[in-house]
């Protein structure tokens, strides 16, 4: 064994590359994240905006972000009450990153 073998460098640690996240995606993750969200229905299911603000993220973004684990939803509330949307961890990783 040469002395170039023996003095091998160790491997580098992989990371795990930044999930891909979409233009309405960072949208409603800030909107989550400034705006206090909440998820709401009226009694005929539609969904309900509450915020009054100029970006709103539609429905199946948000959902989609808590399905990836980026936010949850506090479901001990009903929805005709509201549903409130916070960020994870995660979520605030993907944000920052």
Do not use: C, F, N, Y
């Not at 949208?27 to 206090?36: F, P, V």
């Not at 949307?85 to 920052?96: D, E, F, H, M, P």
Request: aromatic letters at 2%; charged letters at 30%.
């Amino acid at each position: 064994m040469s002395a170039t073998t023996s003095a091998r460098k160790a491997p580098a640690k992989r990371t795990k590359p930044a999930p891909k996240v979409t233009l309405a995606q960072r949208g409603a993750l800030l909107s989550i994240r400034d705006k206090s969200m909440k998820l709401r229905e009226d009694r005929s299911g539609r969904w309900i905006d509450t915020l009054h603000v100029i970006h709103v993220p539609r429905r199946d973004t948000l959902e989609r972000v808590i399905a990836k684990g980026w936010a949850q939803l506090d479901t001990e509330a009903s929805l005709l009450d509201g549903q409130a949307i916070t960020l994870t961890a995660l979520g605030r990783t993907v944000l920052a990153g």
